[in-house]
């Protein structure tokens, strides 16, 4: 294994330097209500381990999420290959960008785009094809490690603020995220994962910390969706002079088609499982992540944006081309490409991004349950109403005038 000194002289020839955010900000809330500011975020208790030039803050940016990774000090012997590789692979994504009629030979500037919904909404498809972007660097569900649970307030709402800090700056430090990855290894951005072969797929290389935060600051843009925290928390996110190139999408979608989803399509949600299963639950998200966003919208009205999955599925190339435009990027021609693809087939798979995009919009109506039509439209009749779904007395030889109203938001 070799010395770190050594280790760090390598990685100077491949290394490029990619503006990171950094959030700062002031308290400004009780823990009990949640974490307003990402000042507020306590210490964890600091096992000992070895000594650092700089010591870390204990509060908010640069605290460790998880302070009981026992780390190997120098990745393995192939991470220098791997990040050339990396590298290489996006200097060609910036050159097509360079070619590609869309731009006019102009590269947009570094964006960071959070996508923040709940499960069985949509996310899958949006990430995706946010990814299909050239030089997108993707961070798949950072969350998926609080299982199915929302992050709302307390000691969880403070986790979760804390490694989506650490992964929007390239910081991967978290001893439960890493094992997450190593589980499913799909969470880890495609490009980066295309040259980890199996006898690389060890903490010593393509799992290693400081390995994936120098391929993570090759890409000038990120991608992040989360389904397991309330969209309030991101609220310290936004109040951060330095962090103007992030934009959140609020993605939502009618709590008939997620409820269905959920209960038809995949295995993992029960009627044990009381975060998923129930409408009312899923309902009174909806309603608080609607007034975070108002509040959110009033003072930040260019960085944040709710989509409707309805609305962007029933006019995908529009929209697309709109909400790409809205986060500050370029259509371009991968992007339009992956649009043609993914909505002109339809897969019956639960995560696939693979949908006739009208079609699939009115499967539940085809499929729900009178039982469960009438469950969930008892618990969530205002919140419908609220994002301009229509009530309806049967889901007999409906067209999506029939559950779709214009949605208009009262800030």
């Given at each position: 294994?070799?010395?770190s000194?050594?280790?760090y002289?390598?990685?100077?020839?491949?290394?490029?330097?990619?503006t990171?955010?950094?959030?700062i900000s002031?308290?400004?809330?009780?823990?009990?209500?949640g974490?307003?500011?990402?000042?507020?975020l306590?210490?964890?208790p600091?096992?000992?381990r070895?000594k650092?030039?700089?010591p870390?803050?204990?509060?908010?940016i640069?605290r460790?999420?998880?302070?009981?990774?026992n780390?190997?000090d120098?990745?393995?012997?192939?991470?220098?290959?791997?990040?050339?590789?990396?590298?290489?692979?996006?200097g060609?994504?910036?050159?097509i960008?360079r070619?590609?009629?869309?731009?006019?030979?102009?590269?947009?500037?570094?964006?960071?785009i959070?996508?923040?919904t709940?499960?069985?909404?949509?996310?899958t498809f949006?990430?995706?094809?946010?990814?299909?972007?050239?030089?997108?660097?993707d961070i798949?569900?950072?969350?998926s490690?609080?299982g199915?649970?929302r992050a709302?307030?307390?000691?969880q709402?403070a986790?979760a603020?804390?490694?989506?800090?650490?992964?929007?700056?390239?910081k991967?430090?978290s001893?439960?995220?890493?094992?997450?990855?190593?589980?499913?290894d799909?969470?880890?951005?495609p490009?980066?994962?295309?040259?980890c072969?199996?006898?690389?797929?060890?903490e010593?290389?393509?799992l290693?910390?400081e390995?994936?935060?120098k391929?993570?600051q090759?890409?000038p843009w990120?991608?992040l969706?989360?389904?397991?925290?309330?969209?309030?928390?991101l609220?310290?996110?936004l109040?951060?002079?330095?962090s103007?190139d992030l934009?959140?999408?609020?993605?939502?979608?009618?709590?008939?088609?997620?409820?269905?989803?959920?209960r038809?399509?995949?295995t993992w949600?029960?009627p044990t499982?009381v975060?998923?299963?129930?409408?009312?639950?899923?309902?009174?998200?909806?309603?608080n992540?609607?007034?975070s966003f108002?509040?959110l919208?009033k003072l930040?009205p260019?960085?944040?944006?709710?989509?409707?999955y309805e609305?962007?599925?029933?006019?995908?190339s529009?929209?697309?081309?709109?909400v790409?435009?809205w986060?500050?990027?370029?259509?371009t021609?991968?992007?339009e490409?992956?649009i043609?693809?993914?909505t002109s087939k339809?897969?019956?798979?639960?995560w696939?991004?693979?949908?006739k995009?009208?079609?699939?919009?009115?499967h539940?109506?085809?499929?729900?349950?009178?039982?469960?039509?009438?469950?969930?439209?008892?618990?969530?009749?205002?919140?419908m109403?609220?994002f301009?779904?229509?009530?309806v007395?049967?889901?007999?030889?409906?067209?999506?005038?029939?559950v779709?109203?214009?949605i208009?938001?009262?800030?």
């Amino acid at each position: 294994m070799r010395a770190s000194r050594g280790f760090y002289g390598m990685l100077a020839l491949v290394a490029v330097t990619i503006t990171s955010v950094m959030f700062i900000s002031g308290p400004s809330g009780g823990a009990g209500d949640g974490y307003n500011s990402l000042a507020q975020l306590p210490p964890h208790p600091a096992p000992p381990r070895r000594k650092m030039s700089k010591p870390r803050p204990r509060f908010g940016i640069g605290r460790r999420f998880e302070n009981t990774y026992n780390r190997i000090d120098t990745p393995g012997k192939h991470v220098t290959e791997i990040l050339q590789k990396v590298n290489s692979a996006v200097g060609r994504d910036l050159q097509i960008l360079r070619q590609d009629p869309q731009l006019e030979g102009k590269i947009p500037a570094a964006k960071q785009i959070v996508i923040v919904t709940t499960w069985r909404s949509g996310s899958t498809f949006m990430e995706a094809f946010f990814d299909s972007h050239p030089a997108m660097f993707d961070i798949y569900e950072p969350l998926s490690q609080f299982g199915l649970q929302r992050a709302r307030n307390g000691a969880q709402a403070a986790q979760a603020q804390a490694l989506i800090t650490d992964l929007l700056q390239c910081k991967y430090e978290s001893i439960k995220y890493l094992d997450k990855i190593k589980v499913i290894d799909s969470m880890m951005d495609p490009t980066v994962h295309s040259f980890c072969n199996k006898s690389m797929w060890r903490e010593d290389t393509c799992l290693h910390p400081e390995f994936l935060s120098k391929a993570c600051q090759f890409f000038p843009w990120k991608i992040l969706k989360i389904v397991r925290m309330d969209l309030g928390l991101l609220k310290p996110f936004l109040e951060s002079p330095v962090s103007s190139d992030l934009r959140i999408i609020y993605l939502v979608r009618d709590p008939r088609a997620v409820i269905h989803s959920r209960r038809a399509t995949v295995t993992w949600c029960k009627p044990t499982s009381v975060e998923c299963y129930f409408p009312s639950v899923l309902c009174q998200d909806m309603d608080n992540d609607l007034e975070s966003f108002k509040t959110l919208k009033k003072l930040y009205p260019d960085r944040i944006h709710l989509l409707r999955y309805e609305d962007f599925m029933n006019d995908v190339s529009n929209m697309a081309r709109n909400v790409t435009q809205w986060v500050g990027l370029t259509y371009t021609t991968s992007m339009e490409k992956f649009i043609e693809i993914h909505t002109s087939k339809e897969q019956n798979k639960p995560w696939t991004t693979s949908r006739k995009s009208k079609e699939h919009l009115l499967h539940w109506t085809r499929n729900m349950s009178s039982t469960d039509l009438v469950e969930v439209q008892d618990a969530c009749a205002d919140t419908m109403t609220n994002f301009g779904y229509k009530l309806v007395n049967g889901t007999k030889n409906l067209s999506l005038k029939d559950v779709l109203n214009e949605i208009i938001i009262d800030l």
